[in-house]
């Protein structure tokens, strides 16, 4: 009974950090990274993307980084790839969709300048750009 509470907990703690998002587990980038500091309840972003796996692992730009990296350890977002559709649930719960034509290049550029526009993204992207230069 005691490992059972225990296993109950820490269900509950998870599932109070990260929304909910339905992707097959092969398709799905865990980020393990949580923005506790945020101030809100949900501390991870969930990215819903037509991309593959193969496309998140390329570099981004001309940075140290590939894109899931970028989107997992600065902007604290699971990626759920091979979707239907390109949007971000914000920590918030809310939203955002993007054209579905979009390279995986204009899609993380588009993720960040709207992530970077938000009052909590503002810091995660200067964290970032930071990162990127300092490297």
């Known amino acids: 009974m005691k490992v059972f509470l225990i296993f109950l907990f820490c269900f509950l703690i998870s599932n ?14 865990s980020s393990k990274f949580y923005n506790s500091s945020n101030g809100m309840k949900i501390s991870q972003r969930n990215v819903i993307s037509m991309h593959t796996k193969k496309q998140w692992n390329q570099q981004y730009l001309n940075t140290q980084f590939n894109y899931k990296e970028v989107l997992t350890k600065f902007f604290y977002c699971n990626i759920c ?29 588009d993720l960040i300048e709207l992530i970077g526009s938000m009052s909590v993204g503002k810091n995660e992207n200067n964290i970032f750009k930071d990162s990127i230069i300092h490297r």
Do not use: P, R
Request: overall charge positive; charged content about 20%.
């Open 16 to 29: 109070y950090k990260s929304q909910k998002i339905n992707c097959n587990d092969g398709n799905f980038i």
């Open 81 to 109: 790839c091979n979707s239907y559709k390109n949007q971000i649930t914000a920590y918030n719960g809310k939203k955002y969709s993007f054209e579905s034509s979009l390279t995986i290049d204009q899609f993380v550029s």
